[in-house]
């Protein structure tokens, strides 16, 4: 991996049609991508997403994105797939164990108070099914 690599995090979105197509197949080989999927729903008979890192340099990232509006798939690039809402977070604590990567973890040993580090995210899923207060939610 050259200097110039970089990793973004995207969600496509697939309108009914396109979900046969093989899209990460083609980032692959012919955008020379390392694509790293989180989550996906792509079926036949509905609309379908993924969450995915892809891996390469900017130019790289930038053709694979291109191509893959050619199939009328909206990219989004906010990243934001799993949210915690502020306001809802009780800071309870109750989800830290149950993050994997420790995106939520205690920020302050006195206070107690969890903070949510997005970017260490992997879309597991797990605070959004076990928190008590419904505070995690999905964009998807
Ligand atoms: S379980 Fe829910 S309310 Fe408790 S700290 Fe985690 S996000 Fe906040
Ligand atoms: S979705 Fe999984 S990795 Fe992301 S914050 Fe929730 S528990 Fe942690």
Redesign the pocket.
């Known amino acids: 991996m050259n200097k110039d690599t970089v990793t973004k995090k995207l969600m496509f979105y697939f309108p009914k049609c396109e979900c046969d197509k093989p899209i990460i197949y083609h980032l692959v080989k012919d955008h020379h991508l390392i694509v790293n999927i989180f989550r996906a729903k792509v079926t036949p008979e509905e609309e379908g997403y993924l969450v995915l890192d892809v891996t390469g340099t900017e130019a790289a990232i930038q053709g694979g994105i291109d191509f893959v509006k050619t199939f009328n798939v909206t990219v989004n690039y906010s990243g934001k797939g799993?949210i915690r809402d502020e306001e809802r977070c009780s800071h309870c604590g109750y989800?830290v164990p149950?993050?994997?990567?420790r995106?939520?973890k205690i920020e302050d040993s006195v206070t107690r108070k969890i903070a949510?580090n997005e970017s260490e995210?992997?879309?597991?899923?797990?605070?959004?099914r076990i928190c008590p207060y419904g505070a995690?939610t999905s964009a998807f």
């Open positions: 799993v989800c149950y993050c994997p990567p995106a939520l949510y995210c992997i879309e597991c899923l797990a605070c959004i995690c």
